[in-house]
């Protein structure tokens, strides 16, 4: 079917408006299919898409689904940026709070105008942190051609779940994360055979200096995504759980190798139920078409 007032966003860009993930924002149709939707995304060109559903849930969530070319997804964290950003232009408003339903779950999200763009953040929820087994990790490092000197001499494999688990994987430094090269069939094997999203690999933040990373979800039809912003977060749960801290905030840059610079922000804190997350992100909402 023929889908009209698709709304191109660039999520997740550098602080000066450069780059971020191209993402599609429209309407939700009642009558199309999961066909039809996967279908926006492969024609769109973008590697998810985004649905914004009519009215309220119940408990006050206004419904997004999130697609790529290949399936429907549980979450999208720079699909969120993005669909809350179109949601604040449609309105005349400096700044929107607002909850969003996806996957069975309802948040709140905040949208607000910058001169760069519209900065929009979420809560993310719960990270549940587990270590990896022996066989889970053997299987990702040799997927994604990781060496012995690949390795972060202090940082370890996570698998880190604020819904769908995907696997934290750091390295030595930027060069060693520019140098991956994954053989794409043995990753989608592996994160089949595990259950997992993906694999994210970075290089922690140090200091003042943003962290770096590259996420792979082949296995969901997302060979390398520009911005993965729930890992992100997952990656700023991680970090907390590791140093002890009661909180952390982090920037970490992605996109270089595509040619699309992004970034995207995260904190995490502790609380009574664990370690909950919350991410950010500035879009640049393009023309409709």
């Not at 969530?61 to 950003?85: D, I, K, N, W, Y």
């Not at 792979?216 to 060979?223: L, R, S």
């Not at 370690?275 to 500035?282: D, E, K, S």
């Amino acid at each position: 079917m023929s889908w009209p007032g698709v709304t191109m966003v660039d999520a997740c860009v550098r602080r000066d408006g450069r780059g971020g993930s191209p993402t599609a924002v429209t309407d939700d149709d009642p009558a199309a299919t999961d066909a039809d939707r996967r279908a926006v995304a492969a024609a769109a060109g973008t590697s998810h898409a985004a649905f914004l559903g009519p009215g309220r849930t119940p408990d006050g969530g206004r419904p997004v689904r999130f697609f790529t070319a290949a399936a429907e997804l549980s979450g999208c964290g720079h699909g969120t940026v993005a669909a809350q950003a179109v949601r604040l232009t449609r309105t005349a408003l400096g700044e929107l709070k607002d909850r969003q339903h996806t996957g069975g779950r309802t948040f709140d999200t905040f949208a607000v105008r910058r001169p760069t763009g519209i900065e929009v953040w979420f809560d993310q929820g719960l990270v549940a942190l587990r270590h990896p087994a022996p066989g889970e990790r053997a299987a990702v490092v040799a997927a994604l051609g990781l060496t012995a000197d690949d390795a972060h001499p202090t940082d370890a494999p996570r698998i880190a779940a604020p819904g769908a688990p995907r696997m934290l994987v750091p390295v030595h430094d930027r060069a060693a994360l520019f140098r991956v090269r994954p053989h794409l069939g043995r990753l989608t094997a592996a994160c089949r055979r595990f259950g997992l999203l993906g694999c994210f690999v970075y290089v922690p933040p140090m200091g003042d200096q943003p962290g770096a990373a590259r996420m792979f979800a082949p296995a969901i039809g997302v060979d390398e995504d520009v911005a993965n912003a729930n890992s992100t977060g997952c990656l700023a749960a991680h970090l907390l759980d590791t140093t002890g801290a009661q909180t952390v905030a982090i920037e970490v840059e992605q996109g270089d190798t595509l040619g699309r610079p992004a970034s995207v922000l995260a904190s995490a804190r502790r609380g009574p139920a664990g370690i909950t997350a919350r991410v950010g992100g500035l879009a640049v909402v393009r023309d409709g078409r």
